[in-house]
């Protein structure tokens, strides 16, 4: 799970950086290109216990749902903006969980 979060997370950065900075045009495009990954990495986060209460993990599996509809949502629409902050606010959140920074540096920094 570890190593799946790590590879979305840096093409992640790579996708957003490349908006941000570089202004790409072709966002949804490489959204799209993690289609995949993005199933098979909520897959593991709805079927696993993650929470310690029912409540807690109702509400993570909902906010894993939510996450995956607005993903869709961008790819339908080709909204590259949707698609950014659901790939730099949803997704990326769902993986810092599984890891670490190991820099010393956070996302900001």
């Not at 199933?39 to 996450?67: G, H, P, R, W």
């Not at 339908?76 to 890891?99: E, K, P, S």
């Amino acid at each position: 799970m570890e190593e799946l979060a790590k590879k979305l997370l840096q093409q992640i950065n790579d996708i957003c950086i490349g908006y941000h900075y570089f202004r790409q045009t072709n966002t949804v495009d490489k959204g799209m290109e993690l289609t995949q990954e993005i199933q098979q990495f909520s897959s593991v986060l709805l079927e696993n216990k993650i929470c310690d209460t029912k409540q807690e993990q109702a509400d993570f599996q909902n906010y894993v749902l939510q996450t995956l509809k607005d993903y869709a949502e961008a790819v339908v629409q080709r909204d590259a903006v949707l698609m950014v902050d659901t790939l730099d606010y949803g997704i990326r959140g769902l993986a810092d969980i599984f890891t670490e920074v190991d820099d010393g540096e956070g996302r900001d920094g």
